[in-house]
């Protein structure tokens, strides 16, 4: 199991020193698919960079916890993280191009990968490769292990990164926006292939994504990102049926009905606050239809709704009487 607690990450800007993720709390269990969703400048990316330890130089951890089984991993020094990271944590990115070495054979580098995490070496690292080059859909592997990843399509790229991720069989792999510079229909296939592989290898999938169409697809569980903080979790399906929060809600009701595929979640008014913003009541309430006066200046923390499903609204805090139309689901 990964267990997040309280994660807080703070970036040196131009504008000064600015908290990027807000005490972010999540539990990923084995064997699970967990989508962490929202707008983009939210803290999606910088999340999973501060999980597999590859903050850029001017962000850093100032508060929290990451467990991965036992060990602990902000605390491990920065050897034992290069063997967590690629061996027990792997980890594929939006752009395939930029994170496969263009001067290297893609063969090699899948084997480079199982030779530094795992016991095989020489030829049975590169049986392994091509083996796993077959599982990702990649025709004729024993010819393309030798290919330079120019002579790759997109698609095949991120294959030969999803190879190299999972030839080392880890624990937990995160994905951030895996399918997001692909066309859409090798992003189903993509996704349909994680989907069949995170199941196959019991790994707990971290699914980072803006398109609530993928979460739908592929998670039993959801967190909603807003301006560094988690703002709801909730099992997929009642996050679909019922959001609580009004940034959910809005963001469900902008969906169009039907063919959900492809829909970024930029479709409601207003934007992100920008990170430096202070604040001292709600993130969301400067776009918030359902915001109370006192939500500018009343911090609103995570309650449970449920034993599952939790909500950081000050409309669901307990003992408050809520206006019932206001939360009421969209129609
Ligand atoms: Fe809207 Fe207030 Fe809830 Fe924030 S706390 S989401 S402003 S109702
Ligand atoms: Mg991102």
């Not at 962490?36 to 597999?52: D, N, R, W, Y």
């Not at 034992?80 to 990271?85: D, F, H, L, S």
């Not at 859409?184 to 699914?207: N, S």
């Not at 803006?210 to 909730?234: K, T």
Request: aromatic share 4%; glycine share 8%; with cysteine.
């Amino acid at each position: 199991m990964m267990k997040i607690q309280d994660l807080e990450v703070v970036l040196d800007a131009d504008a000064g020193l600015v908290k990027a993720i807000d005490g972010l709390k999540l539990s990923i269990e084995r064997g699970e698919t967990f989508a962490l969703v929202g707008e983009s400048g939210c803290g999606k990316s910088m999340t999973a960079l501060a999980l597999m330890r590859l903050l850029p130089e001017n962000g850093r951890v100032t508060g929290g916890q990451v467990r991965i089984g036992d060990v602990d991993v902000l605390d491990l020094p920065e050897a034992g993280m290069r063997a967590v990271r690629g061996g027990r944590l792997g980890m594929i990115f939006q752009e395939p191009a930029t994170s496969l070495n263009p001067v290297m054979k893609v063969g090699d580098q899948i084997v480079e990968a199982i030779e530094t995490h795992t016991a095989l070496r020489g030829a049975a690292a590169r049986a392994k490769a091509i083996d796993w080059m077959r599982r990702v859909g990649i025709p004729e592997p024993e010819r393309r292990i030798d290919d330079y990843p120019f002579r790759m399509s997109g698609g095949q790229k991120q294959r030969v990164m999803i190879a190299m991720a999972l030839a080392t069989e880890p624990d937990f792999l995160i994905a951030d926006e895996p399918t997001t510079a692909l066309d859409v229909t090798i992003q189903a296939q993509i996704l349909d292939l994680l989907k069949d592989l995170q199941r196959e290898q019991r790994m707990g999938l971290l699914l980072i994504t803006h398109d609530l169409a993928v979460v739908s697809g592929m998670a039993q569980r959801v967190a909603l990102m807003y301006a560094g903080q988690i703002v709801e979790v909730a099992p997929a399906a009642e996050f679909f049926a019922r959001p609580l929060h009004p940034y959910a809600q809005a963001l469900l009701r902008a969906l169009p009905a039907g063919d959900r595929r492809g829909v970024a979640l930029e479709a409601i008014p207003g934007t992100v606050p920008p990170m430096w913003l202070q604040f001292e009541g709600c993130r969301f309430a400067p776009r918030c239809a359902a915001a109370m006066p006192h939500c500018a200046s009343t911090l609103p923390e995570m309650v449970d709704a449920s034993p599952t499903h939790q909500v950081r609204c000050l409309l669901h805090k307990p003992g408050v009487p809520a206006a019932p139309e206001r939360i009421a689901p969209p129609a």
